[in-house]
């Protein structure tokens, strides 16, 4: 590869660019998809096409760049690489074919955007695993890696479960919304984007680096605005939405 270091630190200042940008332009713009699709945002595809498309370069560019690096066959990395894919193989080729969503459509803008974003963003973390940052196997025993893994898959468990909540509350051939009961919908409305963000909180204290900070941050800044957004949503459509719930965060937002 004929990247360097400086290079690597240059697109990971530019996902924390992303992020300020991003942050901006969805607390005036919600991104136009699933219950806020709209029109005049151009063509569009049908949501689960954009769902594979736009789930697929996390998957694909994370490997071909960890292929690459001079520590891929060391176990921290390896380990790192599991978790990466064990939550996009899932969210690329899984995810799409359980949700219910009836002939909607995705416009190619936010499919392109997504693109642009997952792939810079999957060569900043891939990259750095593999080969410019430094995993000796005493990382495994380091409070930093314990505590991050934790957090990372308490933060999938509670994404699985609360987007499973959602598709379920559809049956077959449904298209409508209905308020979510039980699991952490009990606190927030957007459970889902909290465990996203636990994820991604999780997988930048396990790698200890910028990479996985940027996208940490980059993840609240555009899942934070766009929970308020759903649970103001939530509110206006159902009189008798449950007044004690939150946004995002239990009892504060
Ligand atoms: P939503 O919660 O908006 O929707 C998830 C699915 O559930 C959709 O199929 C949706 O249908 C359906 N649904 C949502 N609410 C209801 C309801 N009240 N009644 C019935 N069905 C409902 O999530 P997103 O589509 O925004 O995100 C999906 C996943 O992707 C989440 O786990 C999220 O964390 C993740 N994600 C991660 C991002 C990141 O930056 N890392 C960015 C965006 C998403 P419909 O499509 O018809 O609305």
Redesign the pocket.
């Known amino acids: 590869m004929p990247d360097t270091l400086e290079i690597h630190s240059l697109v990971v200042w530019l996902i924390f660019g992303m992020a300020a940008v991003t942050f901006v332009m969805v607390v005036f713009i919600t991104a136009p998809?699933?219950?806020h699709m709209s029109e005049g945002w151009g063509p569009s595809l049908p949501?689960r096409a954009g769902w594979i498309l736009m789930e697929t370069p996390p998957v694909l560019v994370f490997f071909g760049f960890y292929s690459m690096g001079q520590f891929r066959a060391e176990t921290v990395p390896l380990i790192f690489l599991f978790l990466w894919q064990s939550h996009y193989i899932y969210?690329a080729y899984v995810?799409p074919f359980k949700?219910?969503?009836s002939g909607?459509e995705m416009p190619v803008l936010v499919l392109l955007l997504a693109v642009i974003f997952n792939s810079l963003n999957a060569y900043i973390n891939a990259r750095w695993i593999s080969h410019f940052g430094q995993y000796s196997m005493d990382w495994l025993t380091d409070p930093r890696f314990i505590i991050g893994v934790v957090v990372f898959f308490s933060g999938m468990f509670i994404?699985r479960q609360s987007?499973n909540i959602?598709?379920n509350?559809?049956k077959p051939g449904e298209?409508?919304?209905?308020?979510?009961k039980g699991g952490l919908y009990r606190f927030v409305s957007?459970p889902?984007?909290l465990?996203?963000l636990l994820e991604?909180l999780g997988w930048a204290i396990a790698t200890w680096a910028l990479a996985g900070l940027a996208f940490a941050i980059?993840?609240a800044a555009?899942?934070a605005p766009?929970a308020v957004t759903?649970h103001k949503w939530y509110q206006d459509k159902f009189p008798d939405y449950p007044e004690k719930r939150r946004a995002l965060i239990p009892f504060v937002i």
Do not use: M, Q
């Open positions: 998809y699933g219950r949501a969210r995810f949700t219910r969503h909607k994404n987007d959602l598709i509350l559809r298209s409508g919304y209905k308020i979510p957007c889902n984007y465990g996203e991604w980059y993840t555009n899942l766009r759903n």
